[in-house]
Protein backbone atom coordinates (compact mmCIF):
# COMPACT_ATOMS: atom_id res chain seq x y z
CA UNK A 1 0.00 0.00 0.00
CA UNK A 2 1.32 3.73 -0.84
CA UNK A 3 2.69 5.08 2.30
CA UNK A 4 1.54 8.97 2.95
CA UNK A 5 4.33 9.23 5.77
CA UNK A 6 7.79 8.55 3.15
CA UNK A 7 9.52 7.99 0.05
CA UNK A 8 10.56 4.50 -0.67
CA UNK A 9 13.29 2.80 -2.80
CA UNK A 10 14.59 -0.65 -3.21
CA UNK A 11 16.13 -2.64 -5.78
CA UNK A 12 17.68 -6.29 -5.08
CA UNK A 13 18.78 -8.80 -7.46
CA UNK A 14 19.76 -12.14 -6.07
CA UNK A 15 21.92 -15.28 -8.14
CA UNK A 16 22.22 -18.36 -7.71
CA UNK A 17 24.93 -20.99 -7.98
CA UNK A 18 22.41 -23.31 -10.73
CA UNK A 19 22.67 -19.90 -13.05
CA UNK A 20 19.35 -18.28 -11.57
CA UNK A 21 18.53 -14.81 -10.77
CA UNK A 22 15.99 -12.80 -9.16
CA UNK A 23 15.06 -8.86 -9.58
CA UNK A 24 13.13 -6.88 -7.84
CA UNK A 25 12.10 -3.33 -6.99
CA UNK A 26 9.95 -1.24 -4.28
CA UNK A 27 9.09 2.45 -5.29
CA UNK A 28 7.04 4.64 -3.15
CA UNK A 29 6.62 8.41 -4.16
CA UNK A 30 4.80 10.89 -1.54
CA UNK A 31 3.23 13.84 -3.34
CA UNK A 32 2.56 16.11 -0.24
CA UNK A 33 0.54 15.27 2.76
CA UNK A 34 -2.30 13.43 1.12
CA UNK A 35 -1.21 11.56 -2.18
CA UNK A 36 0.96 8.62 -2.86
CA UNK A 37 1.63 5.70 -5.36
CA UNK A 38 3.76 2.75 -5.04
CA UNK A 39 5.00 0.12 -8.09
CA UNK A 40 6.69 -3.03 -6.82
CA UNK A 41 7.80 -5.58 -9.86
CA UNK A 42 9.65 -9.00 -10.28
CA UNK A 43 11.48 -10.80 -12.43
CA UNK A 44 12.88 -13.96 -11.86
CA UNK A 45 14.52 -17.10 -13.60
CA UNK A 46 15.12 -19.78 -11.75
CA UNK A 47 17.13 -22.87 -12.83
CA UNK A 48 17.65 -26.25 -10.60
CA UNK A 49 20.38 -28.65 -10.60
CA UNK A 50 18.18 -30.73 -13.11
CA UNK A 51 18.07 -29.73 -16.60
CA UNK A 52 14.78 -28.90 -18.21
CA UNK A 53 13.66 -27.23 -14.59
CA UNK A 54 12.20 -23.99 -14.59
CA UNK A 55 10.63 -21.41 -12.82
CA UNK A 56 10.05 -18.02 -14.40
CA UNK A 57 7.90 -15.18 -13.27
CA UNK A 58 6.90 -12.08 -14.10
CA UNK A 59 5.19 -9.35 -12.05
CA UNK A 60 4.05 -5.50 -11.45
CA UNK A 61 2.58 -3.92 -8.84
CA UNK A 62 0.86 -0.75 -9.01
CA UNK A 63 -0.77 0.80 -5.90
CA UNK A 64 -2.28 5.10 -5.56
CA UNK A 65 -3.92 6.58 -2.55
CA UNK A 66 -5.44 10.25 -2.29
CA UNK A 67 -6.74 11.96 1.28
CA UNK A 68 -10.03 13.52 0.45
CA UNK A 69 -10.63 13.99 3.88
CA UNK A 70 -9.76 12.69 7.82
CA UNK A 71 -11.41 9.66 6.89
CA UNK A 72 -12.13 9.11 3.65
CA UNK A 73 -9.07 8.38 0.74
CA UNK A 74 -9.44 6.97 -2.80
CA UNK A 75 -7.44 3.98 -3.60
CA UNK A 76 -7.01 2.48 -6.68
CA UNK A 77 -4.43 -0.91 -7.46
CA UNK A 78 -3.66 -2.95 -10.93
CA UNK A 79 -1.78 -6.07 -10.89
CA UNK A 80 -0.05 -8.38 -13.79
CA UNK A 81 1.35 -11.33 -13.26
CA UNK A 82 2.72 -14.28 -15.38
CA UNK A 83 4.24 -17.93 -14.21
CA UNK A 84 5.85 -20.19 -15.90
CA UNK A 85 6.65 -23.78 -14.14
CA UNK A 86 7.98 -26.92 -15.24
CA UNK A 87 8.68 -29.50 -12.99
CA UNK A 88 8.99 -32.76 -12.04
CA UNK A 89 9.66 -35.56 -8.96
CA UNK A 90 12.37 -34.73 -7.33
CA UNK A 91 12.52 -37.70 -5.62
CA UNK A 92 13.40 -41.13 -7.22
CA UNK A 93 12.17 -43.86 -4.89
CA UNK A 94 14.15 -46.87 -6.77
CA UNK A 95 13.24 -49.15 -4.29
CA UNK A 96 17.13 -50.71 -3.86
CA UNK A 97 17.85 -53.17 -1.74
CA UNK A 98 21.60 -52.82 -1.31
CA UNK A 99 22.37 -55.57 -2.75
CA UNK A 100 25.46 -57.60 -1.33
CA UNK A 101 25.84 -60.27 -3.87
CA UNK A 102 23.89 -62.90 -2.48
CA UNK A 103 20.63 -64.32 -4.33
CA UNK A 104 17.72 -65.58 -2.73
CA UNK A 105 17.07 -68.39 -5.07
CA UNK A 106 20.62 -69.73 -4.94
CA UNK A 107 20.93 -72.60 -2.02
CA UNK A 108 24.34 -72.95 -0.52
CA UNK A 109 26.55 -70.63 1.65
CA UNK A 110 25.68 -67.83 -0.78
CA UNK A 111 22.10 -67.86 -0.77
CA UNK A 112 19.92 -65.69 1.32
CA UNK A 113 17.72 -67.98 3.85
CA UNK A 114 14.56 -67.72 3.95
CA UNK A 115 14.54 -65.89 7.45
CA UNK A 116 16.81 -63.18 6.51
CA UNK A 117 15.20 -62.45 3.18
CA UNK A 118 12.65 -59.36 4.25
CA UNK A 119 16.04 -57.86 6.01
CA UNK A 120 17.57 -57.99 2.69
CA UNK A 121 14.56 -56.37 0.74
CA UNK A 122 13.72 -59.08 -1.27
CA UNK A 123 10.52 -61.49 -1.13
CA UNK A 124 9.30 -64.38 -3.18
CA UNK A 125 6.85 -63.28 -6.19
CA UNK A 126 4.39 -65.93 -5.89
CA UNK A 127 4.40 -69.46 -4.93
CA UNK A 128 0.87 -70.60 -5.84
CA UNK A 129 -0.16 -68.61 -8.88
CA UNK A 130 1.44 -67.56 -12.02
CA UNK A 131 2.90 -63.82 -12.40
CA UNK A 132 3.59 -63.24 -15.87
CA UNK A 133 5.34 -60.33 -16.75
CA UNK A 134 5.35 -58.47 -20.72
CA UNK A 135 8.30 -57.29 -22.32
CA UNK A 136 6.79 -55.24 -25.21
CA UNK A 137 9.41 -55.26 -28.09
CA UNK A 138 11.04 -58.59 -27.06
CA UNK A 139 11.12 -61.97 -29.54
CA UNK A 140 8.14 -63.66 -28.45
CA UNK A 141 9.59 -66.47 -26.92
CA UNK A 142 11.02 -64.04 -24.46
CA UNK A 143 8.17 -61.08 -24.57
CA UNK A 144 6.38 -62.73 -21.85
CA UNK A 145 7.76 -64.74 -18.98
CA UNK A 146 6.30 -66.04 -15.59
CA UNK A 147 7.49 -64.81 -12.89
CA UNK A 148 6.10 -67.29 -10.18
CA UNK A 149 8.55 -68.45 -7.61
CA UNK A 150 11.08 -65.94 -8.50
CA UNK A 151 12.25 -63.15 -6.36
CA UNK A 152 11.66 -59.50 -6.85
CA UNK A 153 13.26 -56.11 -5.10
CA UNK A 154 11.45 -54.43 -2.18
CA UNK A 155 13.54 -52.35 -1.35
CA UNK A 156 13.75 -49.53 1.34
CA UNK A 157 12.01 -46.77 -0.13
CA UNK A 158 14.72 -44.66 0.38
CA UNK A 159 14.95 -41.64 -2.19
CA UNK A 160 17.97 -41.39 -3.84
CA UNK A 161 19.02 -37.82 -3.60
CA UNK A 162 21.98 -35.75 -5.83
CA UNK A 163 24.14 -36.15 -2.51
CA UNK A 164 24.47 -38.61 -0.34
CA UNK A 165 21.99 -39.05 2.32
CA UNK A 166 23.38 -38.46 5.59
CA UNK A 167 20.97 -41.37 7.29
CA UNK A 168 21.46 -44.23 5.16
CA UNK A 169 25.38 -45.10 5.03
CA UNK A 170 26.54 -45.75 1.22
CA UNK A 171 23.35 -44.86 -0.16
CA UNK A 172 23.55 -44.68 -3.57
CA UNK A 173 23.10 -40.82 -5.39
CA UNK A 174 21.63 -39.82 -8.58
CA UNK A 175 24.08 -40.66 -11.36
CA UNK A 176 24.09 -37.06 -12.74
CA UNK A 177 21.97 -34.11 -13.40
CA UNK A 178 20.31 -35.66 -16.92
CA UNK A 179 19.16 -38.81 -14.74
CA UNK A 180 15.75 -36.77 -13.95
CA UNK A 181 15.55 -35.09 -17.27
CA UNK A 182 12.29 -36.10 -18.62
Known amino acids: MPRYDREIRTAQFRVDSYGGYRTSFDVNQRWGKNASARINSVLQRNKDWRD???????????????????KTELRAEAE???????????????????????TADTVGTNGIP??????????????SST???????MPPEARSLD?????????????????????????????SKKFTQP
Do not use: C
Open 52 to 70: GIKQDREAIHLAARYRIGP
Open 80 to 102: WSKETRLTYAVNHNDQSSYWTGR
Open 131 to 137: YFLVIPG
Open 114 to 127: AAERAAAGVAQVST
Open 147 to 175: WKNTFWTLGTGAALMASPRADIPNAPVLP
